[in-house]
Each structure stands twice: as structure tokens, then as C-alpha cells.
């Protein structure tokens, strides 16, 4: 069994992870971190995990955690990763951040983005972009996974097979709309319930974090307009890409190799996704059509943010770290309704 | 009091004339026809109106309604709106159509999306679109108005004072997203509660009835890329609409004109709208943000689908038609939460 | 005109009332107070007001607002509506409260269930509780209304010509469910939206407030075994009410009085109400089923919290406080959808 | 490996099982019976099982299904299930029922509430009703299993260890809410997304099949006044269950042997359940209130009805039927958020 530990266990990203590992067969949870919920039974803190975990939430301690686990997810906010991973990484830990600091290579774009100066610059050489779909190699031996934004996932995957062709010199526009549970169990006076329910918004318009973090998995082949909304639900995104091609493309050929990916599920022309057949689910699926009229590529993804957004996507990772099967704990279907 | 007339009663469109007429200071209902209902009381049918209306449901019969109606909403299914609106203007009755019978001015076009010939080719002469921004005057002396379509309203209103500015000659990106009761009353799998809770998708791409609506208010100058989508919320429309302008645009001057328009609110640069803040409410909200990075301009609007896109829009109408205040029975704020 | 402070202008029963109070006919709002929001534009802190108000903030000053209205709406926190309450009255302020400090008789009851000794104990004298149904006379001279609470106008409304029937000595069970938008603006773990979406549970089991002030309403003759419960929406309390009588009920004859109220709508044996018949409107409706079985009698009842609950019941109240139509600015059907 | 077929496919509650048994380590589907899907491939009716399931959907054929499977799931409607039951056990092979027909043993009171005669009354003797913690040792030589309905499962757990407890004589109040998916996949007005959107109402009051259902599994010694509504989610039901005891009840003594029980959580005292920790968990979670001042006792219990109320306890049932690991494929934890 693969030992795990899981830092910022009260956060949406790393309850995610723990409810995936209950039931994965080869991973065993032996370690909470929780800053705030530390000394606490992990199932006072979170009642759903109640007949579950038997275990108790402890302070940070990368020597602990080093002891008792062969492998630490990180589920903390920005600037806080890379902080624990560096200690992580010096404790010889092996490490998945699920978080947004091991991603862009350039420290000047993390920099300008996140609003900080990046504090471990030599794990950004290390750190491996966790789509599976890119860089399943460079994962089987990695030591510092970090694990796509759910955007970008949702809009990298059918975009990849796309860089290399001939595309007007215009920006793709990828209009996205993600559940509410993206934002974090952070209260806001946005999310508030009666606030969020029964409403819609753009949000980050121009300024959004995974804009440089695609347009780099895409290696800045491709400019991306993208504007994220939110919308009255808890889980899912669903993109919309307009793609203008300089000739039609021949997106049976370009997809085929997808036909391999365990979580990758191609739909085909005029076949386009619902989020309720990705939901809780690892799935990205897509779909798309072509516009005679005006010459566009629409595309259409979606993902569960949550499940192969975030966690779904990181236990992929491990179990291609450790030599597992890739799909083991994870492989099961949307749950519709 | 003008005495109105609403076809097609029990079909969303026509409940929400009814539900915001119940407040008019001007305006009495005279008639509630439906094939369906007739013979019933309005209250038993729909039981929103106990102690509010008390009405009888009747079948249409155009020559009744000119003894009782000035006017009479025409809220029914494509094709019957043409048949119905023929026989009431046969009758001399002014008619406003919110359905998309009268919307289209080229009998071909409208053949072509909407799969059957229109049969009234002489009122799309007559007809006056009904969105007072673009057509005030017009609809002082209509005798026929064709209410605008939903998404129409939303994206029309921010790009109407665009359309002579130099754009890019690429199609404006517009994705929309609908709350489910833009889809109607009639029953589908894909609208049944648990198949659309949580859910979002897209539809209708490259071929909505919509596209050529929008083009055609805009005077052809403007290609639009449009793709409606569906969320799990009941009301509202959010449009966020792509234009790459060939040079910097003064939207504070262009949009000047709309401050006096009662139903628009332009927000501004950097101040982008939300569902709830024109939830049952007739407005119209837009903002937008200027991408210096790609040279993009992006605007979102916000509008309640079924007032501000159809019930409260067509009363709008109304009041401009027989010389009311523009804003009588309407002028209400957002409900939010 | 009626000129109308309100007091607590940011939380949502002052936005609730502020939003019904638009398009009164005889009313108008001359003074929005907020603490928090005092010298910002009314409609920068609320952009659901943009175009139709052009108010700004002030702090709470007793003589200020007296010099400026006819009334005052305090739609503050418990115990902060004491205290402004009777600043209010000691500057001779006509006052509906829609908080709960006015609601109680008894000193010694509202000191147990709100946990801190009443302020202003004179003003429980004065104070008429706003149910027209129950009050209607007394509220045309008050001075000083206490708007009912939202849980207690669902339950006294069909109890209340029940109270003198014969019934077993047992409890009547109350059980309500209310949407989100019950417990206010404050922010809590509890009504983050991803926390309470697709969510239900019940709370304040044997201590909600609301069941000394239904059993007071009710002269004491029915004891409550009152559960609430929020569900994962925003407007709405639906109570479910099992009472066990010790001989058959003549309901029709019962409730025949309600016939000529002109918010309650009295369904009848086996027609049971839905909350969609009254969002967004001052109704209550309700119906009820006998179990010849067991011998009890299940009553079922539905208001809008917001409106019928809260804000449109204190509309209701100053109609009668200042002789105006009973149902000016509030006889509106549901809105469904 | 136990094979398993399924009978009603594109129904919520196959589609559940099928979805629950996609993970089962010791479960094969091999079969997937649907009439009006015969012939499709299983992913192309039900797009989230794509790269998951490799079936196609086939007629009902006793014998053929005899050859293929260990073992049945029965999920068609009412009437439907006794007929494909008795076909199945006369061709030898053993049935899970997640229907009804199974359930009550007296025929005449399945006559008088499900308004049909039962036509295999020779099964309901040989039955098994389906609740492991009251029927374990019966479930593991079981034939024909009788999967409890939804609400049973939420009311009869925590009143079993009361029924032979002093009561008063009256009934007890069970107030039950559900999410929508409780009434299937079949089209009704009534769950159209905006009628039922935001809404809430009760039905089946003194009327509701489950009620004789349950006080046939409390050995008629508790009668149940049990009320069932319906609120704007998919997935869960809260129950709110009255219980006036004759004298104090020693609960911690009565539900200790729960603790044993792997999916039966019990709170205790002051500790209520949410629906959110049970979400797409096989789990019972209940806790109570003891209301010195009324003498009553509350309890309240929840669980996701697609999972611990339909598919993970048909699973539960399988487990034990096959000697496997009692909670092998259904031990997760609640997807929270």
C-alpha cells in the first residue's frame, strides 16, 4: 500500500482526495494535516468522513510526515505550497500540489500573476505538469507533481492536439462557467447562498491565473481569451472554445490518439457534453461543431471540477508515480442523476 | 385602461404578462384565450392567480376579442403566432407578438430557420421590432410589434451603438447562458428536474433562430458566433460577447445615449453585471473590460429572461403603443437575493 | 404620500421592503439608514436599485428621520431594535418593526429565549402584533408595530380558527421548512453555497424563538412542538401541521371568514399549496387532508418568507396604520416560474 | 466474480445500481435489460457510462438471464416486478427487487394500496425484506430480497429499537422530505425543472404506500402519521420523526447496537444530521432532541435516497446474499460538498 498524507485537510481540494482514497485499493491515508483542526478527530471536523477514517488532524511537520508516508498531497493556498513543498521536497517526500505554485515555469509570470515572488524557484525545474494526456512519461518518475487548474484541464485537453495547426492570427475564445465548490470553502459575501444561488457572472475577466498556465501547456503556441463565470451549482465546468481555423481541420484524425486516454472521452461532431455525465466522475469529454457559415471551430468540454478538476486528476498522478494501474480508484462513471 | 387580451395563457410567456399586468395602473385584461384551457376558470389552471384575476379561459376567436380587447399578446407556438396575428390585424386589432413570427423581415430567412414558409409575408412589412432603444418612435404608432427575442435583447444592446465602429473582420463571440425557463412550459427529458439540476451544456450551435435576428437588427453590419447554453437556474440570460475592434474604442461615448433610456444600465469599464441584480426586473445591465494583452473589448450583460427578454419588454411596448409612461407597471427593481 | 425611513438598509428584510416600496402607489422613501453603509450612494451598495432610486446612506439619528417621515421601518438585529425603537417613539415616530423585540408580551419570556434582558418594556404594551387577520382594528391607530415572524404567519394563519376547538392534550407538531434566505445576510459556514446547495437538515429543535411567540399568538390554548428546517433554496416556508382533534372539524365553516381576507387563500380539503403559488407575493395559502385512519389533520401552508413573511406583511401593516388600501403596492400574483 | 444482471436500465434506479456497481471489486454486470432500449449500446443511451461499460441493452428473457447471471436486479415499475419476479424464481435464479411488489406480505393490503391484485403471492412468504439491521441472518440464504422503500429506510432505523417502548397512544409524526429523483425519470409536469425549481409541496398525505410498509416492519406496534414532501434537489430525504413517550428513554442503551452496524451512524443527543454528509453514501445518519418542556422526543435522520435508500442497500443486500464483505463497493464516505 502507498502511504499518504494530506495537507489542508479542511479545504474542498483535499476533503476531495480523502473521499477518493477511502475506497482506492492501493493507497492508504496515514496522515492529516490541518493547521486550524489540529489535535481534532478528523470526522468531528468532517462529519461525512464519520465510519470512515479513524484518524486524528495534526500541525505540519514535513519530518512526521516523512516517516509515515510515502507521498503528501498539498492542499493549501497559494504561497503556502510552496513554502510546505520546498520543506517537503528537502525531507525527501515525494509530493502532488494541488495547488497553483509548482505550475508556471517562469518565476517572473508567477510573480506577476500571483502578486509574490516565488520563494522556490528550483522546484519549478523540477515540478511535473500533471496531465497525464502531455506528460505521462515525465510522471511515472516524478517527484513534484503539480496538478492542472480545472480550467486549464478542461480547455488544454481538446485544445493540445490543435497547437501545432494553422489558425488565424486572432485569439481562441474560451468562455468557461465552473460550480461554485472552485472557489474554495473561503466564505464571501458572493457565495452566501441566497447572494449566489439563481445567479450568474463573469469573474477574473483578462486577469485570470490559468491564462498563462495554458497558453504554456499549449507552449505559447496559442493565444487564449478567456473568461470564467460562475454559476448556480456546486461542481462541474463546462468551456466553450471558439477556435477560427485558417482551413477545416480533420479533427477525427487529430483526436484519434485520445481513443487510448482512460479519462479522455472523445464525442465527436455535433455530439456535445453535459456536465452531468462527467459529474463525480474523472471524465473530460468533448464535443464540437462546425460552423459552415463563419468558418469557427466550437468546441465544447466538460469536467467535474472537483473529481477530474482536481483530485480525481491528482490520485491519477500518484498512480502513475508509484507504477500503479492508472485508473485504479478512480475509474467509475458520472453520477446521473 | 386599455383593455388587453393574452393568447396562448397558459405557456410561460403569456403567465408573466398576466402575473406583471396585475400591477399595471393602465391596463385591465379583457381576455385569457387558450385552446387547452378554455371553459376554465384562470385561477384553477393557474393557481399563482387565486384572488388576483377573475377571468374564464376561451378559445380564440379573433372577432370576440376586437369587441373586448385594444390589444391582445399573442404568446403561442412558432406558426400559430402568424395564423393568430393575421386574423386579429384581419380584425383591426393592434397585436403584439412575443413569439418570433414577426421578428425576421426576409421570408426566405425565416423559411430557412424556421423550416416552414411564413404565411403572413405582408405583416413582416407591417411589424415593428419591438426594442425601444433602436425602434422609440416606430412603436409610438405600431399597430403590430414583434418583441424581441431573449438573447437578442441581451447582446443587441450593448453592440447596437458598436455597429459602425471598426471592427476586426472576424465574427463576434457571443456565449450566452439561459436559466431553463427560456425553454418553455412543454415537457422534454432534457428539462426534467433531476436531469437539469446541477447541469449545464450547450445547445443550438451555429444554427440558434436567434443569429439572424440579432444580424439583422444590427444592420448586417456585425457577423456573430453565437452559442446559447443552459444552466440550472430558472430565470436570466447572461451574454458575454467577444469584439476585437481594429483600434481603441470611447465606450463612454458610445454609450452616452443610453443614459436616459429607462430599462439600460451601463455599468462601465471593470463593473460587470450579475443575474440577481436585474432578477424579475426589466433592466438590462451591461459592463465590459478592455484586454489590453490580446486587444479584445469584453461585455457582459445581464437581463431576466422572462421581464426584461419577453413579458416586461412586450409591456414596454404596450406602453409606448398607446401613449403611456414608458415605465408604467414595470418599474421595478432587481429582486435579489 | 406616505414618507418611509427604513432602518438596517443593507440586510434583507430592509432590501426586501426597500423593494416592494418602488412601486407603491401612496409611499414614498425618504430616508435609508445603514450604519455600515452611511454617506454611500443606496444604489452602490445595492445595485439592484440602480435607475430607480437616487438615495444616499445616513447613520440612524431619531430627530433627523422625524423631521423626514411618517414612519419607520426598523429592520435591524434583536435588541438593537429596542433601543431605536424607542428613540424612535420618544421622538414620536410612528415604528414598524419588523425584528422580533416588539413581538413578545412578556419580559420575562423574551429575556429567556433571546437571552437578554428587554430595554424597553413600556413599548410591549404598545406594541401591536401585525397580523391583520388577528388585528386588523388595533392596526389601523398603532403606533408601534411588530411584525409577525415569518415561521409564525405559516402557522397561525390556519391555526388560529382552530385555537378553540376541542383537540387531544397533546402537541401540535409544526414541522416548516424555509429557504436560505430566512437567516439572513450574516455569512456562516452553514449558508456557504457549496455547504448548503443540494442540502437540508433541521435546527433549533425544543428553542426556536418563534414557538413562544405562536403560542402567545394562539392565547395560549395550542402548544407547539415547533421544528424548522432550511432547504437548499432561496424563498419559501412550507409548514406541515398535524393536529389531533377529539371530534370531526367543520373547516369550511371554520375558516369561512378568510374568504374576505385578501392575502390568505384557503385551498381546501384535499388541495394542498406549493411555495411556487406565492413567490414574491403577500399570500398565504394553504389546504389540509383528514386521515380517517389515524383521526388527525394534516394542514399544509405556504407563504413566501420575504414578502408574505416579512416585508409585504409590514407594507400590509402601514396600509392599515395610515388608512390607506389594505392591498396597495402588495396585491401581486406568485411568480411561477 | 458474481454475475449480476439488471432489469429496467434507463430507469434512476438501475442506472444507480449500475453506476455503484461499475466499482464493486466481486460484482460483473452481465446483463442489461431494457425494453425500450433493446438493441442500443448501453453508452449511447446513457452517455455516462462511455469508456465504462461495454453492454448492450436486451429484451426480458428469464431463461437467457438464467444462463448469464447469478443474480438479478429487479428496478421496473410497480406490477411490472411481481411479473418479471415470479418469471425469474421459476427459472431458478435469485432477485434483488429495488421495487415494491415484494414488499408488504399481506396481499389484500397490497391490493388496497397499490389498486392492482398481487399475482405471485407465494412469494411475498418466501421474501426477504431487505434491511440488514433488522434481517441480516434471513438476507444471506435469501432468494428473492425485498429492497425497503426510500423513506422506510429513513424512519424505520431509528424506531425500530423503540417499538417495544412505552408510547402514547397516538401516532407518531413522521414529516419526510426528499429530492426530486425519489419520484423517477418518468416526465410529469409537476418536476418540469421551473415548476419544481426553488418549490416545495406535500403529497400522498394519509395515503402513501410506505406507510403500511413501515408499520409492517415495526411489527404494528408504532402507527405512523407520515407525511412526504417533496423539495428543489436531486438526491436525499430528511425525516422529522415526533415520538411522545410514555416515559424517558434511555436512547444511548436502546441504539448501542448500531455501533456494530457499518452503515448506521448514530449522533446522539443534540446532534442532527445533514443531508450533505450522506450525499452519494449508503450511510443512515440520526440524532434527537429530548423537549423537557413538551415531553416529546425529535429525531432526525437522513440519507441519500439513491444510495443508502435504493442502490447501495440493494448491494448491501447482494453482499450478504454472496458471503462477500458486507459493505465491499458501497463503504465511501458523503460527498461533501
Same mark, same amino acid.
Do not use: Q, W
Given at each position: 500500500m502507498v502511504r499518504a498524507g494530506i495537507v489542508g485537510t479542511t479545504g474542498y481540494a483535499a476533503r476531495e482526495v480523502l473521499r477518493l482514497l477511502a475506497t482506492h485499493p492501493a493507497v492508504e491515508v496515514t496522515a492529516v494535516v490541518s493547521q486550524s483542526a489540529a489535535g481534532q478527530a478528523l470526522d468531528a471536523v468532517l462529519p461525512a468522513f464519520r465510519k470512515v477514517y479513524d484518524l486524528? %488532524?495534526?500541525?505540519?511537520?514535513?519530518? &512526521?510526515?516523512?516517516? #509515515?508516508?510515502?507521498?503528501?498531497? !498539498? &492542499?493549501?493556498?497559494?504561497?503556502?505550497?510552496?513554502?510546505?513543498? =520546498?520543506?517537503? @521536497?528537502?525531507? $525527501?517526500?515525494r509530493v502532488i500540489d494541488v495547488g497553483a505554485d509548482f505550475r508556471l515555469k517562469d518565476p517572473a509570470v508567477f510573480e506577476k500573476y500571483y502578486k509574490t515572488p516565488h520563494t522556490a524557484p528550483e522546484l519549478l525545474v523540477e515540478s511535473v505538469y500533471g496531465l497525464p494526456? !502531455?506528460? #505521462?512519461?515525465? !510522471? @511515472? $518518475? =516524478?517527484?513534484?507533481? &503539480?496538478?492542472?487548474? %480545472?480550467?486549464?484541464i478542461s480547455i488544454i485537453t481538446p485544445l493540445w492536439p490543435l497547437r501545432d495547426q494553422s489558425l488565424a492570427d486572432v485569439p481562441v475564445v474560451a468562455d468557461s462557467i465552473s460550480g461554485i465548490s472552485g472557489a474554495g470553502s473561503a466564505l464571501s459575501d458572493a457565495?452566501?447562498?441566497?447572494?449566489?444561488?439563481?445567479? &450568474?457572472?463573469?469573474? $477574473?475577466?483578462?486577469?485570470? #491565473?490559468?491564462?498563462?498556465?495554458m497558453e504554456q501547456a499549449l507552449e505559447q503556441r496559442i493565444t487564449l481569451q478567456f473568461t470564467p463565470h460562475v454559476g448556480p451549482y456546486t461542481r462541474g465546468i463546462l468551456s466553450t472554445i471558439t477556435v477560427r481555423p485558417s482551413a477545416p481541420l480533420d479533427l477525427d484524425t487529430l483526436y484519434a490518439p485520445y481513443a487510448d486516454e482512460p479519462f479522455i472521452r472523445v464525442l465527436g461532431a455535433g455530439n456535445l457534453p453535459e456536465l452531468k455525465h462527467v459529474r463525480n466522475a474523472n471524465f473530460c469529454d468533448f464535443g464540437w461543431v462546425h460552423d459552415e457559415r463563419t468558418g469557427n471551430l466550437i468546441i465544447v468540454s466538460a469536467i467535474d471540477n472537483m473529481v477530474g478538476g482536481t483530485a480525481g486528476m491528482a490520485i491519477q498522478c500518484l498512480n502513475l508515480m508509484f507504477g500503479l494501474d492508472e485508473t485504479a480508484g478512480i475509474h467509475f462513471p458520472g453520477m446521473a442523476p
Open positions: 486524528t %488532524c495534526e500541525a505540519f511537520d514535513a519530518a &512526521a510526515l516523512a516517516e #509515515r508516508c510515502d507521498v503528501v498531497f !498539498l &492542499a493549501v493556498p497559494s504561497a503556502k505550497s510552496m513554502e510546505y513543498g =520546498a520543506a517537503l @521536497r528537502k525531507a $525527501g517526500m494526456a !502531455l506528460n #505521462r512519461d515525465a !510522471l @511515472r $518518475g =516524478a517527484d513534484l507533481v &503539480a496538478v492542472p487548474g %480545472c480550467y486549464p457565495f452566501h447562498f441566497p447572494e449566489m444561488n439563481e445567479n &450568474a457572472k463573469a469573474y $477574473g475577466v483578462a486577469t485570470h #491565473r490559468h491564462t498563462p498556465e
